[in-house]
């Protein structure tokens, strides 16, 4: 069981950055691939960014590329996403989420957070 906790979320301006967190309980961190998503409202859930094991190895979606960076820190048990020049269309309550295989499909994640809210406003 994993348990994971999202934080960092909060009100910027458009060309602003944030930094999200999500924090996993127990001792097998480093076996699990992490992934972000997102979604808003009358949507649905959107992957964001996905992290191997390792670290050696991201993915992005394409509206995110260049602009937000995943990251994790094995020893820490924690995933980071970096975002900068944030706009207004990433607006969205953002999970972090764990699973055995590397995947940009959310149903292939086994855990998820409770979720951290990004509002940019123009």
């Known amino acids: 069981q994993v348990q994971l906790v999202e934080s960092g979320g909060g009100l910027v301006q458009a060309g602003g950055s944030l930094r999200l967190s999500c924090a996993a309980s127990g001792r097998t961190f480093s076996t699990y691939a992490m992934g972000w998503f997102r979604q808003t409202p009358g949507k649905e859930r959107e992957f964001v960014a996905a992290?191997?094991?390792?670290?050696?190895?991201?993915d992005y979606a394409d509206s995110v590329k260049g602009r937000f960076t995943i990251s994790r820190d094995n020893a820490k048990n924690t995933v980071y996403l970096q975002m900068n020049s944030l706009k207004p269309e990433d607006t969205a309550v953002y999970y972090c989420?764990?699973?055995?295989?590397?995947?940009?499909?959310?149903?292939?994640?086994?855990?998820w957070g409770q979720g951290t809210q990004v509002t940019v406003s123009s």
């Open positions: 989420a764990a699973g055995r295989s590397y995947s940009f499909r959310g149903y292939d994640y086994d855990y």
């Open positions: 992290i191997r094991r390792s670290g050696g190895s991201t």
